[in-house]
């Protein structure tokens, strides 16, 4: 009898501490709740960051990877940079611009190249110099990095309007609009090298942003290098 009145006791004393709160049931049912909205609050930061990530990355950053020596010495292969999408919103690539860009023979890709030609320009190569128009003055190409003595005359380039020519600073090793007719064709794109020049010139809607920073291995801003 003494033992069924202690079993009773206790099951009064338990129940009168879960009504006053202060029994282990409720507490851990308060750290549960309390696990449950810290490991919220942490899916809403990681839910907001991954929001703005897309947001920068497809509005206003472009990334890139440099994948050959093309632009040295600039920018150098492995490079990782960020090009501004919004740069020409408001105003139109100008001549040197460093810009990402499709490529116009396969655009899943992108290159980065300098702007030398503008829409409506007549661009020529005479002897490793580049003339616009009927300049008798040949452009100051100070970034190119070695004498171009490759692929270095004999192109007259009619840049469409709305488009852009574009060629890299290394002269010598760089896959640019000298030979983007030629890939053309032998990608069966085109019936010739000829039918292939509308493949030499980047259109405005396919330049992916103006190329501002590097940020591996080590951070340069381009702007101060780009002419």
Not at 4 to 10: A, E, F, G, S, V
Not at 54 to 76: D, G, H, Q, R, Y
Not at 133 to 143: A, F, K, V, W
Not at 185 to 204: F, I, K, Q
């Amino acid at each position: 009898m003494k033992q069924k009145r202690n079993q009773k006791l206790n099951e009064k004393l338990k129940n009168e501490e879960m009504m006053n709160g202060t029994g282990r049931e409720p507490e851990a049912e308060e750290e549960k709740i309390s696990l449950w909205k810290e490991l919220l609050s942490w899916v809403e930061i990681i839910v907001a960051a991954v929001l703005i990530s897309l947001f920068l990355t497809k509005v206003v950053l472009v990334n890139a990877l440099v994948p050959s020596s093309s632009m040295e010495t600039l920018i150098s292969p492995g490079d990782r940079l960020f090009g501004n999408r919004l740069a020409y919103k408001f105003g139109d690539p100008e001549r040197f611009d460093v810009v990402i860009f499709k490529y116009p023979v396969d655009e899943e890709e992108n290159y980065i190249k300098r702007i030398i030609g503008l829409p409506g320009e007549t661009v020529t190569i005479e002897d490793a110099k580049i003339y616009i128009n009927d300049s008798e003055t040949p452009l100051e190409e100070n970034y190119l990095p070695e004498e171009w003595i490759i692929e270095n005359d004999g192109y007259v380039f009619e840049v469409p309007e709305n488009c852009y020519l574009m060629l890299g600073d290394n002269r010598n090793v760089s896959e640019d609009a000298r030979y983007w007719a030629e890939e053309a064709y032998a990608n069966d794109l085109a019936d010739s090298v000829e039918d292939g020049a509308s493949y030499t010139y980047v259109s405005r809607d396919k330049i992916l942003g103006k190329a501002v920073f590097t940020y591996w291995p080590h951070f340069q801003l381009l702007s101060d290098y780009q002419e």
